[in-house]
């Protein structure tokens, strides 16, 4: 492949990143605080997805460049998990800062290497950031519990003791946002980090970690290698890691999920989704349709909690001409074009992937209202775009209704009442997301009680709760027990410890008794 200088590239310049070593288009790894170039001679190229310029190159890390992060994480756990939490408080503190100043950088970034627009970038960063704010109150977060007095003269205590050597895995949808999931609440608990960014877009997991050392993280409390399956297995397998935070398909999840946990560690896995809208005819009309046209097309649909699916009950099935309508007048372009309303899809064979499925939909009598496949970009001939593309009369053992499309593709399926719709919605294997579009309180409660999905949504297409919550994907969403963030987060980043003390004036020449001991 062609590899462009940076000075050639239209958005390098303003993107490019200080630990870059001269020319080099290498991504490094962070091994001890230290940017280093990888010995290894495979590398992956990281493309811009609507020109194909390689931005950069991800080295396919060597298995003695892993060890050597996991140790520095070792090493620099001791000292770390004694440093005080108000310090490390401050540290997320001042990141949160950083990262605020740096959201242009960031997104360009992100815009570059991952396609999304500016300003859909700009909230990738910031809801991220959420979460870096959120860890600024860990001491709180962190808290233990008393109980005075269990039993005379006895006090039982509990508390949340950092883990050790943490690890996350990334997926290429939210380059910045995810890494921000996982390693300011780990490290703000007190543990140390090894993070493997997605080797299709590392950049905003590069800059953040500089953020984070700028911050005043110690050298090797975060650490980040880069490659494929190979990190992957080796993080699932090393015994000096003690829990994996991983976000991405279910392929790759339920491995992770598996080998990890058999080797002794705690794993929390967040995966695919298939997530639906169910429009009842009661709902605001202009609302509803500028929600499914927002959540189902934003991003170009590479969102886990993208609204694919949309279920109409009833009269509502004639609004399908109306979305057509609005959903033709989005603009497909660059990111960087502050018109665009969605960029391309991340690679060339993921735009082959959702074209293939749009096509057996086709084939096995879905009706196609918008068909987005040939659309052309003047100027980005090369580029990975899909137009919105809209498919009507879905039915559930059509492959395009059971497979994850993860693009601009919105399927539209109908139901008589909202009791098929939510059998529907609760027969589907995925369990991320759903929403109800409707004016009736009634119905909302049975749709909230009765629905099958970690993430409900009440007029709301897209309900990612804010870190205070958890992020809380159910059934083949999500492995593990401890979800994303929130107290759930906590949790999964600290082992418990009860302590039970005694302090009182013993009496002497009570004698011994072997009985439970028991407070009566
Ligand atoms: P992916 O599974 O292909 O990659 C995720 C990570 O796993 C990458 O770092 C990759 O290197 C690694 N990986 C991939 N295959 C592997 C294998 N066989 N063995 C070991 N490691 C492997 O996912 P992606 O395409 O980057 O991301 C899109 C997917 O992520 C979608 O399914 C989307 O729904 C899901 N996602 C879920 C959430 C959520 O919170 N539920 C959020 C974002 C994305």
């Known amino acids: 492949p062609r590899i462009y200088s940076l000075a050639n ?19 490094p790894n962070l091994i001890g605080g230290s940017f280093v170039d990888s010995q290894s001679s495979e590398s992956i190229d990281v493309l811009n997805p609507a020109t194909q310029e390689i931005v950069s190159q991800v080295p396919l890390t060597t298995k003695e460049e892993f060890k050597s992060a996991v140790s520095a994480a070792k090493q620099a756990f001791p000292s770390w998990r004694n440093t005080p939490i108000t310090a490390r408080q401050r540290i997320m503190f001042k990141l949160q800062d950083l990262i605020r100043k740096n959201m242009d950088k960031l997104a360009l970034n992100i815009t570059t290497e991952q396609g999304k627009t500016l300003k859909d970038a700009q909230g990738d960063v910031f809801r991220g950031l959420e979460v870096v704010e959120h860890a600024c109150g860990m001491a709180t977060l962190q808290m233990g519990e008393y109980v005075s007095n269990v039993s005379s003269g006895i006090d039982t205590y509990s508390i949340r003791e950092p883990l050790g050597v943490c690890a996350g895995i990334c997926p290429f949808n939210f380059p910045a ?27 905003a997991s590069m800059i953040l970690a500089e953020l984070a050392m700028e911050a005043g993280l110690p050298n090797g409390v ?6 494929t399956n190979d990190v992957v297995n080796a993080i699932c397998d090393d015994d000096d890691i ?44 202009d609302a509803t349709l500028n929600a499914l046209v927002a959540a189902g097309f934003g991003a170009a649909g590479q969102r886990c909690m993208a609204l694919s699916t949309v279920v109409f009950v009833g009269d509502s099935k004639s609004w399908e001409e109306k979305l057509v309508e609005r959903a033709k ?3 497909v372009n660059i990111g960087t074009d502050p018109d665009t309303d969605l960029g391309p899809v991340i690679s060339k064979q993921a735009k082959e992937r959702v074209c293939r499925l749009v096509q057996s939909g086709v084939d096995s009598g879905a009706k196609l209202l918008l068909d987005g496949r040939a659309i052309k970009v003047p100027g980005y001939e090369q580029g990975n775009f899909i137009g919105p593309t809209i498919l009507a009369d879905v039915i559930a053992d059509m492959e395009c209704y059971k497979e994850e499309i993860f693009g601009p593709v919105l399927i539209c399926m109908k139901a008589d009442s909202l009791e098929e719709a939510i059998n529907i919605v609760n027969k589907n294997k995925y369990g991320n ?4 579009f409707t004016t009736s309180g009634v119905a909302a409660r049975k749709f909230q009680t009765e629905i099958e999905a970690g993430q409900v949504g009440i007029n709301v297409p897209i309900p990612v709760p804010l870190p205070f919550f958890s992020f809380t994907g159910s059934k083949a969403s999500f492995a593990g027990d401890l979800n994303f963030y929130g107290k759930a987060g906590v949790q999964f980043f600290t082992q418990i410890k009860t302590v039970t003390q005694q302090w009182k004036d013993l009496p002497s020449g009570a004698g011994v008794s072997l009985a439970m001991p028991t407070s009566q």
């Open 9 to 27: 590239s239209q958005f390098s310049t303003a993107a490019e990143p200080s630990w870059r070593h001269g020319n080099s288009l290498r991504v």
């Open 177 to 203: 946002m995810i890494p921000l999931w996982m390693f300011p609440v780990a490290v703000t608990c007190g543990n140390t980090f090894v993070l493997k960014p997605s080797e299709k877009d590392p950049g």
């Open 222 to 227: 975060l650490n980040i290698v880069h490659g």
């Open 242 to 285: 003690r829990a994996v935070s991983f976000v991405g398909s279910n392929t790759a999840g339920m491995h992770i999920y598996g080998r990890a946990s058999a080797s002794g560690k705690r794993v929390q896995s967040n995966m695919g989704a298939k997530n639906h809208g169910i429009i009842l005819p009661d709902a605001n009309v």
């Open 329 to 331: 007048a989005l603009k």
């Open 433 to 436: 997301g759903a929403a109800l």
